[in-house]
């Protein structure tokens, strides 16, 4: 009786540490998604920067 009560116990463990990997999993996620999220967002001041160079090139010579 005691040894079948001790496998559910490992059991219920074993459940609750795949519901924490999901936990940690969707963190990671989260930080990854700022991460980009940044990342794009300098770029797309640099790209602004081009565009708008190239822009003001084209006009000059218009």
Known sequence: ?????MIKQVMKFLRDEEGLTTVEYAVA????????VVAF???GDGVRGVITGLTSAISTAT
């Open 41 to 43: 967002g300098e770029l």
């Open 1 to 5: 009786m005691r040894r079948t009560t």
């Open 29 to 36: 996620g989260g930080l990854v998604a700022a991460t980009l």
